[in-house]
């Protein structure tokens, strides 16, 4: 059975870092392009960053470049998001999500493969 599941969640003060895994199983992880998406107190999910199945291909929201940093780790079937210079505005459920050998997308439901989630919560 398919599975993602987020870990690395917690409280943190503005200014620090935080780093989120996902393990992935069930799944050949090579093939799938695999994506970070949030999702802030009251508002929609949105996409935050994404690595190509081929892993040639990086791309991240204008809101987290430059802080955040997406990898993989295809032995473990694991991707990370290392997160650091942390705001309020970070504060959001963290989900992990799986494209099959798919190109780069910004939108949830072009994603059919999702973890359930990791809270993060930046105190100002």
């Known amino acids: 059975q398919v599975q993602l599941v987020e870990s690395g969640g917690g409280l943190v003060q503005a200014g620090g870092s935080l780093s989120l895994s996902c393990a992935a199983s069930?799944?050949?992880?090579?093939?799938?392009?695999m994506t970070w998406f949030r999702q802030p107190p009251g508002k929609e999910r949105e996409f935050v960053a994404s690595?190509?199945?081929?892993?040639?291909?990086?791309y991240y929201s204008d809101s987290v470049k430059g802080r955040f940093t997406i990898s993989r780790d295809l032995a473990k079937s694991t991707v990370y998001l290392q997160m650091r210079s942390l705001a309020s505005e970070d504060t959001a459920i963290y989900y992990c999500?799986?494209?099959?050998?798919?190109?780069?997308?910004?939108?949830?439901?072009?994603?059919?493969?999702w973890g359930q989630g990791t809270q993060v919560t930046v105190s100002s």
């Open positions: 999500a799986a494209g099959y050998q798919a190109a780069i997308t910004v939108a949830p439901e072009d994603y059919r493969i």
């Open positions: 069930g799944l050949i992880f090579s093939r799938y392009t």
């Open positions: 690595i190509s199945w081929h892993g040639a291909n990086i």
